[in-house]
Structure formats: structure tokens, C-alpha cells
């Protein structure tokens, strides 16, 4: 029996399982709406679907590199509390995500949940088994690969994986030449949140916007309007010296900025480098938090 967009679509809406999941549970069953909700319910995947409206904003990051440093990547892998997070196999589930994510071509994340996962059968797939093997809802959130052709990788994990961090040098050295002043950079990064790499990374309309909220401030600060451009000019160009990362004052020398500090490593080793790519994950950030005591989420783990 062939399986419609429709089908697809009811069985979806009946048992809140994944698109993929309730195509695959049809063509399994031979388009029985009834044996295809039980297909998902005895594969745990309708089991996994009632979790899904649960916040999953705990977690980890996890980052992955090739041998020479040329090439990187970075996933988020959420879950609901941090008690999971380290959860030796959940653990282990996002680290195996992270080489896939390295070695693997996947640009979406369609893309990279479709992706086989040993004899699991899919990343979603495997993903799901997760779920319902420990009872609360996971989320591959986002991961990133870079493979810039001249650059090499370097990063630094924060808190047991809470931060994440991928810098990108341009350069002829070697991984093991920049894998001081890479952690040194990445863990800047991590402590200083810079926005972007530099001011020709910045977007003109932020640029615009942040220009007319510092104008606003200094008229109602009562200063004269003939003196104000000049003002703003100056105060946003401090305001890029904290938002670009290699204008940021040097955390472990605040003498010089991170520009000076790579500059000075790239002379001792006699090799140009230049900054030119940087990543930085933080779990949970921008997801909306459920507030939770102590207890209960002990009580919850323990299945009272």
C-alpha cells in the first residue's frame, strides 16, 4: 500500500512521533493506522513523543577535531536536568554525535538525523532509543563543521562540556604550534563572550542600531548636539573593543589585547597567524528554562 503525506501527517498528529518515524511505522504495518501507533509505541518512539513538550535546556557540548587541526566541529545535545548530563551514556552518545559530525557531510540537521547510526538504524532513531531508555526528552540542538582550506582548529570545553569553543587560525603552523595560543584564545572566548571576530565580522545594522541607542543616550544625558557624533563615534568604537574578540583586553596579560598576544606567538615561531573563525556554544542558552528545585528533580530521577 502506498503511503501518503496524509497518513503520514494523521499518524503524526495521533502519537507526536518524528515525520520519518511515522512513515517508516506505515510502510512497517502496510498503511494500518491502528498497528502503526502500536509499531511506534512498542519502539518506544510514541513513548519518546510524549516527552517532547518537555524543556530539554541542560546538556552538553562536545567538540571534535582531525589529526592536523584542519578540520573542526561542535554539537549541543540537550537534555531536561543536569543529572543526565552526565550520564556516562549520554555521555558517550554526544561524543560519538560530535565525530560523526566531523567526518560526516551533513549541513542540516535533517540531514544529519538521517544519518546511519551503527545498528540503531538512524541518528533520530538512536536518539530516541535514548529517550526511552532514560525517561526524559533529549534534543540534537545544533552542531557546526569547519574545514576552511589555510586554517587550523583549536578550542577549549568549559565546566565538563557547559561551554564550547572553536577558534580558527589562519596559518601555515602546525596543530601542535598553535594548540597553546588556540586554548589560550578559545578559553578568552569562553570567560569573555565576544560577539564576533573582528570589526569587519560586524553586521552594518548592528552597527546602525547600537550607533542610534548610544545617539539617544548621550542627548538625554543633556549633551550638546554638535559634539554628539563625535561622542558616539568614540563610544562605539570601545563598545567594539569589548564585543571583537581579538580587540578584547588579553585575560592573562591585560597589557596587551588577544591581537597583540597572537601576534607576539606568531613572531616567536616565525609563522603569520590571524584569528579568523570562532565558535562559541553555551548550553541552553536562549532556551527557556523550567524552574526546578533540588528536590524534585531528585524525586524525579529516582521515579517518585
Known amino acids: 500500500m502506498t ?80 543529572f543526565v548530563a ?10 560519538t554525535l560530535s565525530q560523526m559530525a566531523l567526518n560526516g557531510a551533513a549541513e542540516s540537521m535533517e540531514a ?5 547510526y551503527g545498528s540503531e538504524g538512524t541518528v533520530q532513531d538512536a536518539l530516541n532509543n535514548m529517550i526511552a531508555k532514560i525517561g526524559e526528552n533529549l534534543s ?3 552542531f557546526v563543521k569547519f574545514n ?3 586554517v587550523k582548529y583549536a578550542g577549549y570545553v568549559h565546566g565538563g562540556g557547559k561551554i564550547g569553543v572553536v577558534i580558527g587560525i589562519q596559518t601555515e603552523a602546525t596543530a601542535d604550534e598553535i594548540s597553546i595560543v588556540g586554548k589560550d584564545v578559545a578559553m578568552q572566548a569562553a570567560s ?25 543616550q ?7 548636539a554638535e559634539i554628539v557624533e563625535k561622542m558616539v563615534i568614540g563610544r562605539l568604537k570601545k563598545e567594539l573593543k569589548e564585543t571583537c574578540l581579538v580587540e578584547q583586553k588579553f585575560v592573562k596579560n591585560n597589557d596587551m589585547s588577544v591581537k597583540d598576544y ?19 556554544y553555551e548550553v541552553g542558552e536562549g532556551i527557556e528554562k523550567k524552574e526546578e528545585n533540588f528536590a524534585e528533580e531528585v524525586a524525579k530521577q529516582m521515579g517518585k
Not at 86 to 95: Q, Y
Not at 192 to 209: A, G, I, K, T
Not at 218 to 224: D, I, Q, T, V
Request: aromatic share 4%; net charge negative.
Open 86 to 95: 552526565k550520564n556516562e551514556a549520554f555521555v558517550s552518545f554526544v561524543e
Open 140 to 142: 540534537v540542538r545544533r
Open 262 to 280: 597572537v601576534e607576539a606567538v606568531a613572531k616567536d615561531l616565525g609563522k603569520d597567524m590571524k584569528i579568523v573563525e570562532m565558535l562559541r
Open 3 to 82: 503511503v501518503t503525506a496524509a497518513m503520514v501527517k494523521e499518524l503524526r498528529e495521533a502519537t507526536g512521533a518524528g515525520m520519518m518515524d511515522c512513515k517508516k511505522a506505515l510502510t512497517e504495518t502496510d498503511g494500518n493506522m491502528e498497528k502503526a501507533v502500536d509499531y511506534l509505541r512498542e519502539n518506544g518512539l510514541a513513548k519518546a513523543a510524549k516527552k517532547a513538550g518537555r524543556v530539554a535546556s541542560e546538556g552538553l557540548v562536545r567538540l571534535a577535531f582531525n589529526e592536523d587541526a584542519t578540520q573542526a566541529a561542535a554539537i549541543e545535545v540537550n537534555s531536561e536536568t543536569d
Open 112 to 116: 544529519f538525523m538521517a544519518l546511519p
Open 218 to 224: 548621550a542627548l538625554h544625558e543633556g549633551k550638546p
Open 148 to 150: 576552511t582550506a589555510g
Open 192 to 216: 569573555m563572550r565576544p560577539q564576533f571576530v573582528d570589526e569587519s565580522e560586524v553586521d552594518p545594522e548592528y552597527l546602525e542600531h547600537e550607533k542610534q541607542i548610544l545617539v539617544a
